[in-house]
């Protein structure tokens, strides 16, 4: 059973450009979160797709978005580059199910942004 | 807003000693914690979950945790560490009308030395 996959697993930007990261969340699994976690911090939430709508959002600025496919894989883009965007972005998946959330993300080995 | 604060940014200890890595929150709601373990070069791993009941909460790896609501604390604690132990603990919480968002702390680097 493949857990959460995430691509490319390292890129190089410079300031300016845009970036897509892609996602595969875990078999079964229905929701999909962001985070970035920049160097020597912890994850912040960027925002949360579930029946390919956003949910929720973090403080994150517009430049940030996001898509999540019918088959629940999700897409997160960010636009005009900054030197701050360098991090690592992991992705998140959980299931909402009829039983409510068991309190469990499940994450991917994240996508590490470098920006020049 | 919630928060959450790791107040130890390292904690060295030696192999087979006890650790306490500790994590205090802040929300004015009703909460489920969270520790996640990172293992460099690696994603986040749960190690252990309070929803509700009891308080006390343990890992499948002898990791405990033990949730205090009046001192608004979710401390992480292991008997006896080993070498694998090695790796960033992170708390994180999220409030009960909040599902799957969760906030974290900035995290504890541990090493255990030999």
């Known amino acids: 059973d493949a857990g959460v996959t995430q691509s490319p697993t390292?890129?190089?930007k410079t300031r300016g450009q845009q970036v897509t990261?892609?996602?595969?969340?875990?078999?079964?699994?229905?929701?999909v979160s962001w985070y970035q976690q920049a160097l020597g911090q912890g994850p912040q939430f960027i925002f949360q797709y579930y029946e390919e709508e956003e949910r929720q959002r973090g403080n994150f600025p517009d430049r940030f978005s996001g898509h999540q496919f019918p088959n629940y894989s999700s897409e997160l883009n960010v636009n005009a580059l900054l030197l701050g965007d360098s991090a690592l972005y992991l992705c998140a998946s959980s299931l909402v199910g009829t039983g409510g959330w068991t309190g469990e993300l499940f994450f991917g080995?994240?996508?590490?942004?470098?920006?020049l | 807003?919630?928060?959450?604060?790791?107040?130890?940014?390292?904690?060295?200890?030696?192999?087979?000693a006890p650790v306490e890595l500790r994590c205090n929150y802040s929300s004015s709601v009703s909460v489920y914690l969270f520790w996640y373990v990172q293992y460099p070069n690696q994603g986040l791993q749960l190690l252990l979950k309070y929803l509700s009941g009891s308080t006390l909460v343990e890992s499948i790896n002898g990791f405990e945790a033990e949730f205090n609501k009046s001192q608004t604390s979710f401390h992480?604690?292991?008997?006896?560490?080993?070498?694998s132990d090695t790796a960033e603990y992170f708390c994180a919480v999220s409030d009960r009308g909040s599902n799957y968002k969760l906030t974290f702390g900035k995290g504890t680097l541990l090493t255990v030395n030999p």
């Open chain 1, 10 to 12: 390292h890129l190089i």
């Open chain 2, 1 to 16: 807003a919630q928060s959450v604060t790791q107040l130890d940014s390292q904690v060295p200890v030696f192999e087979e």
């Open chain 1, 21 to 31: 990261l892609r996602c595969s969340p875990k078999s079964g699994h229905d929701t």
């Open chain 2, 76 to 83: 992480l604690r292991k008997p006896s560490v080993h070498i």
């Open chain 1, 109 to 115: 080995e994240g996508s590490r942004l470098t920006v």
